[in-house]
């Protein structure tokens, strides 16, 4: 058989996989371990709106992986089944996920979502928020109903809009006759709270419901369920599960990160041509997945810092990898801003972008003195050579295009 041949027949023949959409984040697992207790809470919760009772606001934090969104989504799918069970109609649950970009940007596209999902429909711009406020509880005021609404990650829409549309948000109630909304915040970010105004903080939190991370063991009893609809019998070797939860458990028991790395171990596993998946396919699979979130990371960045870090690569490249000084890189960026026609900033704010690389594990700086001449720092490119091609050329494509 030659090269391609193998090649293609790698690719005919998926001899690992069985399916596996089950390993994707958004597969809605038949049953979900290790949740029981966060489940039966959230249902609590909600239940009164079974009976046409208000619902408290509910507050669901923890870090990612840990299971909230899926949750609570199970929760909401069982309600809406009892709800048709008993034939009446007077339950609504509605979902937004706040990450998702022209959904949640301003207080008006989240209304507007709202309204498209709940049957109404307003032009995507261009209204006043007031009176996009008005058509909404003209939509949902019709009739007696209950509404819970649930905001994931609330915590982006926040840091787009401020906190003030939570509060105009759980305030409605007063203007509704018929209806009424509860809101069900979820959020990454367990400091979130924290930030926020007392009365948002008060208003949202009638109830609060943490999700603690998965352990290990808990971690391979989820990885276990699911690999066993996701692969053919027999194809996962002995201890790749608990590597992958281990990996996983370290990145704070993250249940998306141990299923990912399994996903990706697969697909390793299958390119190479092997029958079976290893222990060593985790290891490559981890090393992967870190890549694609550092690029990811800064292929995310404003352009401004891609300048920056366009000028630390190119001083690296030139100085073979010997440390490399702020004022250098000042230097550098200066010209290449000069170059591309772009904005200059004080070497001030060039210094809490270094910081910001320092802390994403882009860069090491260390500061040292040089006597009279002051401080400096010493900066270290941390990117691995692959890392810095791809990179280069994500910065590069942002840059010059
Ligand atoms: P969060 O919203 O807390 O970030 P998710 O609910 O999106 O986390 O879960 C992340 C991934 O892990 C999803 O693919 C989800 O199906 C899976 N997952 C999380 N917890 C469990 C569990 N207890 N059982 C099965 N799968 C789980
Ligand atoms: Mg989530």
Request: hydrophobic share 40%; proline share 3%.
């Amino acid at each position: 058989m030659d090269k391609l041949d193998h090649i293609f027949n790698s690719f005919v023949s998926t001899t690992l996989f069985r399916n596996k959409a089950v390993l994707q984040s958004n597969y809605s697992p038949d049953t979900i371990p290790h949740r029981d207790d966060q489940i039966a809470s959230v249902a609590a919760i909600l239940a009164p709106a079974l009976r046409g009772e208000r619902v408290s606001n509910l507050f669901v934090y923890g870090k990612t992986g840990t299971g909230k969104t899926l949750s609570v989504q199970r929760v909401g799918q069982r309600l809406l089944a009892k709800v048709a069970e008993l034939g009446n109609d007077h339950l609504r649950f509605v979902y937004i996920n706040c990450k998702l970009k022209k959904v949640a940007d301003t207080e008006y596209r989240i209304l507007a979502e709202l309204i498209n999902i709940l049957g109404g429909s307003v032009p995507s711009t261009g209204l006043p928020t007031d009176t996009v406020y008005v058509k909404f509880v003209e939509l949902i005021d019709k009739r007696k109903q209950t509404l819970l609404i649930v905001l994931d990650e609330i915590d982006q829409a926040v840091k787009k809009i401020s906190d003030n549309f939570i509060y105009n948000f759980t305030r409605l109630n007063t203007e509704l006759n018929h209806a009424q909304i509860s809101i069900i915040g979820i959020s990454n970010d367990v400091t979130f709270m924290d930030h926020l105004d007392p009365r948002v903080r008060s208003s949202l939190g009638e109830e609060e419901l943490v999700f603690p991370p998965y352990n290990a063991i808990q971690l391979q009893d989820i990885l276990r369920e699911r690999a066993g609809h996701a692969f053919q019998k027999g194809v996962v070797e002995e201890g790749v599960i608990a590597k992958c939860a281990a990996f996983a458990a370290r990145e704070h028991g993250d249940a998306r990160r141990a299923l990912d790395l399994l996903r990706v171990a697969g697909e390793i596993a299958e390119r190479e041509g092997n029958k079976n998946i290893g222990i060593s396919h985790i290891d490559i699979a981890n090393q992967k997945i870190e890549r694609d979130k550092m690029l990811d990371i800064i292929e995310s960045e404003p352009k401004q810092f891609q300048l920056v870090l366009s000028a630390i690569l190119s001083l690296h490249e030139r100085q073979h990898g010997k440390s490399i000084y702020t004022g250098d890189v000042y230097s550098a960026y200066n010209l290449i801003c000069e170059k591309t026609k772009n904005d200059v900033l004080t070497q001030r704010r060039v210094s809490d972008i270094l910081a910001e690389f320092d802390m994403l594990g882009i860069i090491n700086t260390r500061v040292i003195s040089k006597g009279r001449q002051g401080r400096t720092r010493d900066i270290r490119l941390m990117l691995a050579p692959p890392l810095q091609t791809k990179a280069k050329e994500i910065v590069e494509k942002a840059i010059y295009s």
